[in-house]
Nanobody, 123 residues
């Protein structure tokens, strides 16, 4: 059984930083696509960032235009954990952030999701 557990959300002021963590269990995820989506109040779920293993040490990364230059995704294969470092946070980043994983390509229809962690950015 595959489980994803998120942590690291909280309340921060605009311009602040948070680091989200997603610990995966139930398999070895080195070659999987893993990443993050978010859903703000009254909004649709949207893609944030993803990483997919290409080789032992090389990973494809992708970011939504809205977070490029501010957010960084990384992963620790030994711990089956993916991180999202969020800097220069803006009020529009306020959302529930969901970790997701997929054997192939990460999409809104991927099979595995975390429980979500709330990120609130105040003005």
């Amino acid at each position: 059984q595959v489980h994803l557990v998120e942590s690291g959300g909280g309340l921060v002021q605009a311009g602040g930083s948070l680091r989200l963590s997603c610990a995966a269990s139930g398999g070895t995820f080195t070659t999987w696509a893993m990443g993050w989506f978010r859903q703000g109040p009254g909004k649709e779920r949207e893609f944030v960032a993803a990483t997919r293993g290409i080789g032992r040490t090389t990973y494809y990364v992708d970011y939504a235009d809205s977070v490029k230059g501010r957010f960084t995704i990384s992963r620790d294969n030994a711990k089956n954990t993916v991180y999202l470092q969020m800097n220069s946070l803006k009020p529009e980043d306020t959302a529930v952030y969901y970790c997701a994983a997929d054997r192939r390509v990460l999409t809104a229809s991927s099979d595995y999701w975390g429980q979500g962690t709330q990120v609130t950015v105040s003005s």
